[in-house]
Nanobody, 114 residues
Framework: VQLQASGGGSVQPGGSLTLSCAAS????????AGWFCQGPGKQREVVAS???????NYADSVKGRFTISRDNARNTVYLQMNSLKTEDTAVYYC?????????WGQGTQVTVSS
């Protein structure tokens, strides 16, 4: 089982990034996929999630700015991040929950700074 996250980087406030997470070794299409973030000195918290049926949920802090989506044919979940703020700086982790088990990607750094 492997979740490979990519797409992090450094941007200025107001900029955009798209994170991707490709899954292998699991029945991705049946799982709930999500993105979590962990800022400096903070606990890991959920950013957004998407069910197998496409129902999405977002943290209040990112509503209207971030969009989660999935491509089951590619076993991939995406996080489109727009209007980024300095407080979005964190390590972002992808997660898939399927058949009672949790799987995590390795994390990708997002830094928003002027």
């Amino acid at each position: 089982v492997q979740l490979q996250a990519s797409g992090g980087g450094s941007v200025q406030p107001g900029g955009s990034l798209t994170l991707s997470c490709a899954a292998s070794g699991i029945i991705f299409r049946s799982g709930v996929a999500g993105w979590f973030c962990q800022g400096p000195g903070k606990q890991r918290e959920v950013v957004a999630s998407i069910t197998s049926g496409g129902y999405t949920n977002y943290a209040d802090s990112v509503k209207g700015r971030f969009t989660i989506s999935r491509d089951n044919a590619r076993n991939t979940v995406y996080l489109q991040m727009n209007s980024l703020k300095t407080e979005d700086t964190a390590v972002y982790y992808c997660n898939v929950w399927v058949l009672g088990a949790d799987y995590w990607g390795q994390g990708t750094q997002v830094t928003v700074s002027s």
